[in-house]
């Protein structure tokens, strides 16, 4: 933990906060504070700061905190996912929220098993700390946001671009054509900037791969196809790779 | 299983070849093969090529199979890494051989525990079928070498050059000092070519990261730092991060 993330409910008008549960148990057995101590806290959505312990009691530390001005800027990268099986999702959430992701959106196709969708970790109460985690890993406090398509043919043609306008869109397919390189790269597409936005809408497929009708409904939809190669990764594999490839190009660019 | 990989000792003179155990159980239950229909296969560390099922028993599946000319290039990126725990490095290996590293070199550090080293995941029994899964996963046959060295800098002084010699060496330090991009990217460092090799050695760090002493070590080394930026990620996202940013610039420069 590299942080502390609070709700915004739980600090005070005063700016103090009682550390509670797992945090309060990190502050005083890993970090081993004692008062006048300084740690990195934040809250959720809002900006990062440093909060001095005050007092620490039996299950809670409280802390004094001073907040900056600003609140990180929402990353700039959105991802399209088709559901992975629950043990996958299960592990890929702190990944997508310390890489930093605007938007997850998650989404059924032919290669999905439907009952995927019946997972508590599709539920806030089941993804929020696993984001949340990720968070205090990485240092930020946007927390993504999340949201659920059983229809994937709803979703791309009538709800995408309310949930992401204005987003240039890139969807990754492995190069199995057998000619290394005929898809271009990440960064090959999103060097040749045509548009004023910054923002990238990732889109990547199941395990199985997208099949046809989605891959052209995508491409309908303005999704420009590319490819990290020949090698067919596992979707944590994949996912990781394919935002830490967008980040370097939109976060420095 | 994207390709299904045979020691060379397994393979008989005809090339005929007894899938057993895990590799019947897939053959037989998940893909439901009949007599006739065509899988992938391939040799560890030798070619890809075509097996074709000839018979199927209670607990093998025999194949048939034709190899091609030659062995797939050893991936081109080799990987220095302060060992993480053991949870981390059991889940590492198959992303590891997913996206293709050469060498893999585990080396202690200060903010490294001893006991980390005990574990059986650094013995050959230990890592070799997770190194499998992955490249079984990817569709390579090349087995990524793996060595362990508990003293750092006996490591980087005196064995490191007959490990990995003719490399270009980074090192990747999260980007801390508040200034971003005060650190060259992975990209800035690989594109700007300034010797004939290929390969790329890249240093990951602990979790808490590297100290002074080791950093200095590794610049008097050779290794230039790189950054992803201010986000610190753990062990796992950095490791499949930074491999895919490598092997972006070097798979296709």
Chains 1, 2 share one sequence.
Request: glycine letters at 8%; one cysteine or more.
């Amino acid at each position: 933990v590299n942080l502390i993330l609070f709700d915004p409910a739980e600090i005070r008008a005063d700016h103090s906060v009682d550390a509670t549960g797992v945090h309060a148990r990190h502050l005083t057995r890993v970090l081993k504070v004692t008062p006048g101590q300084s740690v990195r806290v934040g809250i959720v959505d809002g900006p990062m700061g440093v909060g001095v312990v005050s007092s620490i009691g039996d299950d809670h530390v409280t802390l004094d905190c001073t907040f900056e001005p600003h609140t990180p800027e929402r990353p700039l990268v959105d991802l399209l996912l088709a559901l992975p099986r629950p043990k996958v999702m299960r592990r890929l959430w702190p990944h997508l929220a310390s890489l930093g992701v605007g938007h997850v959106i998650l989404t059924n196709a032919e290669k999905v098993e439907r009952d995927y969708f019946d997972t508590h970790l599709l539920q806030p109460g089941g993804f929020r700390p696993l984001l949340i985690e990720g968070l205090q890993q990485a240092r930020d406090t946007r927390l993504p946001r999340v949201s659920v398509h059983k229809q994937f043919r709803k979703l791309i043609e009538a709800e995408l671009e309310g949930l992401c306008p204005d987003s240039r869109r890139i969807v990754a397919h492995p190069d199995t054509g057998g000619v290394p390189g005929s898809a271009p790269s990440v960064a090959d597409v999103l060097r040749d900037r045509t548009s004023d936005t910054r923002r990238v809408l990732l889109g990547v497929g199941p395990e199985g791969g997208w099949n046809t009708f989605e891959l052209d409904l995508l491409a309908s939809a303005g999704f420009t196809r590319v490819s990290m190669g020949e090698r067919t990764l596992a979707t944590t594999t994949a996912c990781i790779a394919l935002l830490a490839l967008v980040h370097a190009v939109v976060d420095y660019h």
